[in-house]
């Protein structure tokens, strides 16, 4: 399941920012998800209860996430936006020397952990 080995990569980001912090568990976490990842919702919830049960570090935490979608940026006419037709060309010009801007990448962000207050600096 693509889902699940998204989550499995997102986990482990998570557990080095939650050792790095000396965090016992994460309370919460925020995804964006980039349209061209196909990501399916129901999946990713899913996969998220599959590593909720395995994982300690992640057992009340909480997931959100959002869908960005795909920006392109076109080099010869300029245009800037979403694309059309699922079609990586410029929807003004239909040139295909584009970029991608936006809508590609899966990023980890609002991470909240729960630190003991005890927590001292990781002395290495
Ligand atoms: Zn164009």
């Known amino acids: 399941m693509h889902e699940l080995t998204i989550l499995q990569a997102i986990y482990l980001s998570l557990e080095r920012v939650a050792r790095q912090y000396g965090a016992r568990r994460v309370v919460s976490f925020k995804l964006e998800i980039g349209e061209m990842a196909n990501v399916v919702p129901e999946l990713l919830e899913d996969a998220f209860k599959v590593l909720k049960a395995a994982e ?6 909480r997931m959100e996430y959002e869908i960005v979608p795909l920006t392109l940026m076109c080099l010869e ?3 800037t936006g979403p694309w059309r037709d699922r079609t990586v060309a410029c929807p003004e010009c239909g040139s295909a020397i ?7 990448d899966i990023l980890l962000r609002d991470v909240e952990l729960d630190v003991p207050e005890d927590h001292e600096e990781d002395k290495g």
């Open 77 to 79: 006419c300029g245009y």
């Open 56 to 61: 300690p570090l992640l057992k009340d935490a």
């Open 98 to 104: 584009v970029r991608v801007i936006d809508g590609e």
